[in-house]
């Protein structure tokens, strides 16, 4: 099992930036991937971004509303994750999910979720 802490998010105006953290413990050593999601009142989970562990490199996606605003990436050992997130929009507020797989399963694993609120 892997254990997901997150922190960061909070309260900004439109156009700035805000990074969130999510912290791995347990088997981090056995994750293959990490994401983001972010859920909106009313509206379904929505995949943000995702990070999955290549050969030599890493391997990066996002959401076509958060492309060239948003960077995911992690430090080496899968440790920490984190979502750097600039030129926000309103329509970012939501509630932000960190999530894991390990390798040899398909058990999602979550963080507890925290908020970001984007002022126009």
């Known amino acids: 099992q892997v254990q997901l802490v997150q922190s960061g998010g909070g309260t900004v105006q439109a156009g700035g930036s805000l990074r969130l953290s999510c912290a791995a413990s347990?088997?981090?050593?056995?994750?293959?991937?990490m994401n983001w999601y972010r859920q909106s009142p009313g509206m379904q989970r929505e995949l943000v971004a995702s990070?999955?562990?290549?050969?030599?490199?890493?391997?990066?996606d996002y959401a076509d509303s958060v492309k060239r605003r948003f960077t995911i990436s992690r430090d080496g050992a899968w440790n920490t994750m984190w979502l750097q997130m600039d030129s926000l929009k309103p329509e970012d507020k939501a509630v932000y999910y960190c999530d894991a797989h390990l390798d040899l399963q398909t058990v999602d694993y979550w963080g507890h979720g925290t908020q970001v609120f984007v002022s126009s």
């Open positions: 347990g088997r981090a050593f056995s994750i293959k991937d």
């Open positions: 990070i999955t562990r290549g050969i030599g490199t890493d391997y990066t």
